[in-house]
């Protein structure tokens, strides 16, 4: 299905991730819950863009979800008006064994 703006969704391909474009990716809090929301979600799970808590705009949570595609670290596919998001587990387990869990792990729990 093609997306629906006019803006291509791009994915880089596993061999073209890096780590430096990752780990900026990871390291601003926003980006970060995003991808702590998303891990906890099973194999093949989606969510959309709009089912994150965030404290942000409509157009900076956009911003953050396309630099988080941009580096590699989600997936996204447009269904209908819908932009569904997975992690892009697997690629990065391959390129960078354990970063993710690392990563994940290192956040602490609230409560």
């Known amino acids: 299905m093609a997306s629906r703006t006019a803006t291509e969704l791009v994915h880089p391909a596993r061999a073209d991730l890096r780590l430096d474009t990752v780990l900026a990716a990871l390291g601003d809090p926003v980006r970060l819950a995003i991808v702590l929301r998303l891990a906890e979600l099973g194999p093949g799970e989606e969510i959309a863009c709009g089912a994150f808590d965030l404290p942000v705009g409509k157009s900076t949570r956009s911003g953050h979800f396309k630099v988080l595609r941009e580096a590699g670290v989600v997936r996204q596919r447009d269904e209908g008006v819908r932009r ?17 869990d690392a990563v994940v792990g290192a956040v602490p729990v609230p409560g």
Do not use: S, Y
């Open 84 to 100: 569904l998001n997975t992690l892009r587990r697997d690629d990065l387990d391959a390129r960078f064994p354990g970063l993710l």
